[in-house]
């Protein structure tokens, strides 16, 4: 906490913050029934960040996967009690920084992938993983990964990009598995500050939706606005942390259930009345207008 320049909180209050998920418990479904998806966090931030996400896709049937990117995670602590620390931090956060980012998170998923589906899985109810069915979502530099993640394993069906730069071009050539962009309205809209997404949509050749969510902040996609908004140190009056968690839940879940469940999804067709912050982009249209 004192990395994030939290001063006040009381040692220990995230580490007793309770959640929906319990450890050890048993995974329930059919052998090869069930679909994948890797979660990535920010950078510098734990897999715990994406709790939220990670309970709800996994009461809908998926198997979650979160991974703490050792060495780019504040501190790592092994089964064995080793912790690592933030390496990466030490260097210098140019372009070829996140390039390397980039490419280094792609080998974490490979890597969790091989463990999860490979002949000699570490987890125990790896049977039950549909490798035709594995998709990943991740926030910031975790959203940003996806790209370079789909571009290396074809394994891999789907990406989110949750609010992430990214560095990352997806090539001349094309990306044509699903993807979908949701980010803050005030970076991310179509020709705003951030043109990499820009750049990147006219090399997307499959399905894709461009989203923002209008009055978010670059944590809203994240339980971290929630809990600092309960702790009294964090206020967004323009989208309320609860409120962030709701709906980025929902499209998210909305999202793998058309491309990984097969699920026909009109939210993500049109305009919701039920979530009106959610804007719908079509860029290369007048001011890349966004609907909603």
Known sequence: MENAKLTGVPPGVFSRTRTNAFTDAKPAGGRRSLPLVVLSPGFTEPRSTLTALAEELASRGYVVAGIEHTYESLATTFPGGRTTTCVACDERKGEEFWLKVGRTRAADVSFVLDELTGP??????????????IAMAGQSAGGAAA?????????????????????????DSGLARPFLFLGTQALHSPGGKDTTWDRDWR???????????????????TDTALLLEQ???????????ARAVEITRRYVRAFFDLHLLKRPQALLEKPSARYPEI??????????????
Not at 234 to 240: E, F, I, K, Q, S
């Open 147 to 171: 790209i370079p993640v789909m571009l290396k394993d074809a394994r891999v069906r789907a990406g989110i990009d949750l609010d992430g730069t990214t560095f990352s071009p997806v090539p």
């Open 279 to 292: 804007k719908l982009c079509t860029p290369g249209e007048p001011q890349g207008a966004c609907s909603g």
């Open 231 to 241: 702790l009294g140190i964090y206020r967004n009056p323009g989208l309320p942390g």
């Open 203 to 221: 090399h997307l050749t499959g399905w894709k939706r461009w989203l923002v969510l209008a009055g978010a902040e670059h944590v809203s996609f």
């Open 120 to 133: 000699h899985p570490k987890w125990r109810g790896a049977s039950l993983i549909d490798p035709s069915r």
